[in-house]
């Protein structure tokens, strides 16, 4: 409620870096968020009955959007089980999305925008794990069992966004495929001036992933990323600004979602004073 030069005007932010979806495994899952955002909620209408001013009021959490992308290092915490474990471990990941989604809704929250898991087995800190041979390695040079276990997340997240469309009336839930957007990086790489779409810029080890576990990429300027390179990840985990707004874009133009809907048809946009 005291933000440092922030009037939430443009939404308010209660993710945490590392989250997961299951409670108990990170001290700010997404059931504490959730809680924090309760809270946040009837603090701001508390301030407003008793005459004071507050960032948001009872129409802004109504018409507001409610994004989540989520399950990323849920789904990273289980990638040393064999794979059928991996998918068995999947469903009650969805189950605590769902729970959280309905406590939003009984809260007020009628416009959701979820995100999918991207292709993690894209990534340069898993393809740069010890193997013996890369046969487990896509057409694309990608580790083809992540991708499937993320595959069958965002299955498993889509099928229970249908069914909440079935019970939480007059609510719009979109699911947004993020695997799509990001693996299309990495296949159609020179499409987008990608040269090396597995290896980071900022890293240590050089081709073919230039990723070291044991050594941080910003020990010194020297390795640091150079301005107008294209890479899609920076660091082996998180992508570069020119990857992410070639994602945003094409978050924002609707070809991704269930239901096909664009970003911008759910955010209601202020009225200008001319």
Not at 75 to 91: K, S, T, W
Not at 229 to 243: L, N, Q, R
Request: proline share 5%; aromatic share 8%.
């Amino acid at each position: 409620m005291k933000p440092l030069g922030s009037d939430f005007s443009n939404g308010v932010n209660f993710a945490i870096a590392g989250s997961t979806a299951m409670p108990g495994v990170t001290t700010f899952s997404l059931d504490v968020q959730v809680d924090q955002f309760i809270f946040f909620k009837e603090r701001c209408l508390d301030l407003i009955e008793r005459g004071e001013s507050a960032p948001v009021d009872e129409l802004g959490f109504q018409t507001a959007l409610y994004t989540m992308d989520i399950g990323h290092n849920d789904i990273n915490g289980v990638l040393h089980l064999p794979y059928d474990e991996m998918i068995a471990n999947l469903p009650p990941v969805i189950v605590e999305i769902k729970k959280a989604i309905e406590r939003l809704h009984k809260n007020g929250a009628r416009k959701f925008w979820i995100h999918g898991t991207g292709a993690l087995g894209c990534m340069p800190q898993k393809l740069a794990m010890p193997r013996d041979d890369d046969s487990g390695l896509d057409e694309h040079g990608c580790i083809a069992s992540i991708n499937n276990v993320c595959k069958k997340f965002n299955s498993l997240l889509s099928e229970a966004l249908d069914e909440l469309r079935l019970t939480l009336k007059k609510s719009a839930i979109v699911f947004v495929d993020m695997f799509a957007i990001k693996y299309d990086l990495v296949a159609n790489h020179k499409k987008y001036g990608i040269e090396k779409p597995l290896m980071t810029c900022c890293g240590h080890g050089g081709p073919p992933y230039n990723y070291d576990p044991k050594k941080s990429c910003m020990t010194s300027d020297e390795y640091l990323c150079k301005l107008g390179e294209k890479y899609i990840s920076w660091d082996g985990v998180h992508f570069t600004d020119a990857a992410n707004g070639i994602v945003a874009s094409k978050v924002l133009s609707g070809e991704y979602s269930i239901p096909r809907v664009k970003l911008a048809s759910l955010v209601s946009t202020a009225k200008s004073d001319d």
